[in-house]
């Protein structure tokens, strides 16, 4: 079995920081691109950031400038460092990954189970 579980989210004031943390255990073989989606109240869930294993990054438009992705292969971890956060930043946060688990020979996605990020005053 894979599993993701994440870590960091919280209340924070506009304008605060926050670092989010995901860590991958399980039998894995591999894991390709990892990332970040949100889900507010009432909408969808969108991407924030991805980032593959090589390091190239992407970056939904609303958070470009203020949000980093980063990730350490050796301990199959993703994170997001959230700067100037935004009341309109407040959502759900979901850790995705695709893992090649160590009895099958593709990737499939797997998702984290949610850090609420709250900003407000």
């Known amino acids: 079995q894979v599993q993701l579980v994440e870590s960091g989210g919280g209340l924070v004031q506009p304008g605060g920081s926050l670092r989010l943390s995901c860590a991958a255990s399980?039998?894995?073989?591999?894991?390709?691109?990892m990332g970040w989606y949100r889900q507010a109240p009432g909408k969808q869930r969108e991407l924030v950031a991805t980032?593959?294993?090589?390091?190239?990054?992407n970056y939904a438009d609303s958070v470009k400038g203020r949000f980093t992705i980063s990730r350490d292969n050796a301990k199959k971890s993703v994170y997001l460092q959230m700067n100037s956060l935004k009341p309109e930043d407040t959502a759900v946060y979901y850790c995705?990954?695709?893992?090649?688990?160590?009895?099958?020979?593709?990737?499939?996605?797997?998702w984290g189970q949610g850090t609420q990020v709250t900003v407000s005053s």
């Open positions: 980032i593959t294993s090589g390091g190239s990054t």
């Open positions: 399980g039998n894995i073989f591999s894991i390709n691109t």
């Open positions: 995705n990954a695709g893992v090649v688990p160590t009895d099958q020979l593709f990737d499939r996605p797997y």
